[in-house]
């Protein structure tokens, strides 16, 4: 069972705005820390922006100022708002769980099943 869900991805023109979600299953009982990342076609996996229990965030430089990393953990929840998005941020996007806790306890390193955006007009 997959324990992160993505969803919000598809087709955006450039400049554009996306927002993507990621929600915890119902065995996660708290979100702790969390990250978005992405895999472009041919490249590796990189970190797009993070976001800690305590609401610090940290964010690629070739994001910042355009994506916004957010969290609403009543909802076990955390949300990429992305604003003038370019060609360059195609890509599969990946919420993942740094540390959760689940019904078994504490867990770290959980991926979502990723989310595709392509940013083309």
């Known amino acids: 069972q997959k324990q992160l869900v993505e969803s919000g991805g598809g087709l955006v023109q450039p400049g554009g705005s996306l927002r993507l979600s990621c929600t915890a299953s119902?065995?996660?009982?708290?979100?702790?820390?969390m990250a978005w990342y992405r895999r472009a076609p041919g490249k590796q996996r990189e970190l797009v922006a993070s976001i800690n229990s305590r609401g610090d965030t940290i964010y690629a430089d070739f994001v910042k100022g355009r994506f916004t990393i957010s969290r609403d953990d009543a909802k076990n929840q955390i949300y990429l708002r992305m604003n003038n998005l370019k060609p360059d941020d195609t890509a599969v996007y990946y919420c993942?769980?740094?540390?959760?806790?689940?019904?078994?306890?504490?867990?770290?390193?959980?991926w979502g099943q990723g989310t595709q955006v392509t940013v083309s007009s």
């Open positions: 993942k769980g740094d540390k959760i806790r689940t019904t078994q306890g504490i867990g770290f390193d959980y």
């Open positions: 119902e065995n996660v009982r708290n979100i702790i820390d």
